[in-house]
């Protein structure tokens, strides 16, 4: 039960919106600290002691991106940081659920998809036989490349793709209802 006097209640105070400098400068910490683990290969390339390659890397992987975000909530204040959480997830959204998947853009994801996969299941039998292809010749920047094309495939195979994979990891029923189960077994 409220006790005080109807004229010592306060309105809460509007909160004013967030600046555009407040903002671009939020915005470009939370991104720059989650993009920082893509800085190890230069560290890694470096002519750095082993001791400071290990620990700057340690540090993009684990501290930085942390740090990041919360420089950009110190930045941005409360609303602020809702406002670019929900902006990036609009965008997100945007680019992964498209109304629909035409055949080309399919067959695109697929390629996309088994390339990498392929690559990773054919390049330790393929260094014995041509050892360009071998890690302590090769850089690494075609296995980051890879790496960026398979992640770039579930956006391009769209919503539907992610749900196929999802159902291979997930034993209930079949498609019609039935409870899947060895042959014989009456459940």
């Not at 659920?97 to 392929?118: E, H, M, N």
Request: net charge positive; charged share 20%.
């Amino acid at each position: 039960m409220n006790t005080r006097h109807p004229d010592q209640i306060r309105e809460p105070e509007a909160v004013p919106p967030v600046s555009k400098a407040r903002m671009l400068t939020g915005g470009a910490l939370f991104i720059f600290g989650f993009l920082s683990p893509l800085l190890i290969p230069l560290v890694t390339q470096s002519d750095l002691p082993a001791e400071w390659k290990a620990l700057l890397s340690t540090g993009l992987v684990v501290g930085l991106p942390e740090v990041g975000m919360v420089l950009a909530v110190a930045v941005l204040g409360k609303q602020g940081f809702a406002l670019l959480k929900g902006k990036l997830f609009a965008l997100l959204h945007r680019h992964t659920k498209p109304a629909a998947i035409t055949a080309g853009r399919y067959r695109l994801g697929l390629v996309l998809f088994c390339i990498p996969l392929l690559m990773g299941w054919l390049t330790p039998y393929l260094v014995r036989v041509l050892p360009v292809m071998s890690m302590e010749q090769a850089p690494l920047l075609p296995v980051i490349l890879l790496d960026l094309m398979f992640a770039a495939s579930f956006l391009v195979l769209g919503e539907e793709f992610w749900e196929k994979i999802r159902r291979l990891f997930i034993y209930e029923a079949s498609p019609d209802g039935r409870q899947d189960g060895p042959p014989g077994d009456k459940g």
